[in-house]
């Protein structure tokens, strides 16, 4: 069946390092979608990517969606304590989303 | 103003017991979904509704039971049958029909099991 896989699934980093998560389909997708979940929130829309090959940036935040429309990334630059949370990717197919398994991450001020 | 409302936020249930979790939206959306999320885990969906009186079950769909008599409300029973309910409920809509949906989440409900 359909998966998205999403790795790694914890990343501790000192503020100021560079953070990056992955995430994988089994499957072509419509598009990419990046949500984030502060710790006791809901998750939050980011973005969306639906092109071959698209990179998008939110300031210190790069969404790239793959060639294949089978992976994609997001990466921060220089973390800031206000990054901590939970990003998860939810990849589409159909009226059908598949969310990863989300990357926690902790900056370590 | 818009958005989604879930009710109620902590719940406690006895075992054996079916609780009812309210989910109500005003975005306009078709589609309404229903997620479990467990202490450091995913959102793994149980079910989802893209129109009035129909919904499909999603992959973790046994020990609950929805409705959808409404567009706007979307609420999930989980019932006796679900033998580990303890966990975080999210709540979800979208629209449905072209490339672009972006899924608004409610602000979850936290059901515990005593």
């Known amino acids: 069946g359909q998966q998205v896989m999403q790795i790694p699934q914890y990343q501790h980093v000192q503020e100021g390092e560079d953070f990056t998560t992955y995430c994988n389909s089994s499957t072509t997708l419509s598009n990419i979608q990046w949500y984030k979940q502060r710790p006791g929130g809901h998750p939050v829309f980011l973005i969306q990517l639906v092109k071959s090959g698209e990179v998008k940036k939110q300031k210190r935040l790069t969404f790239q969606f793959g060639e294949a429309k089978k992976n994609s990334s997001l990466h921060i630059t220089a973390t800031q304590t206000t990054d901590v949370g939970t990003y998860f990717c939810a990849g589409r197919t159909g009226n059908q989303f598949y969310f990863g398994t989300g990357t926690s991450l902790t900056v370590i001020p | ?114």
Request: glycine share 10%; proline share 4%.
């Open chain 2, 1 to 114: 103003d818009g958005g989604i409302t879930q009710s109620p936020k902590y719940l406690f249930r006895k075992e054996g017991q079916n609780v009812t979790l309210s989910c109500e939206q005003n975005l306009n959306h078709d589609a309404m979904y229903w997620y479990r999320q467990d202490p450091g885990q995913g959102l793994r969906l149980i079910y989802y509704s893209q129109i009035v009186n129909d919904f499909q079950k999603g992959d973790i769909a046994e020990g609950y039971s929805v409705s959808r008599e409404k567009k706007e409300s979307f609420p999930l029973t989980v019932t006796s049958a679900q033998k580990n309910p303890t966990a975080f409920y999210l709540c979800a809509s979208s629209t449905i029909g072209d490339s672009g949906n972006t899924i608004y989440f409610g602000e979850g409900s936290w059901l515990t099991v005593v």
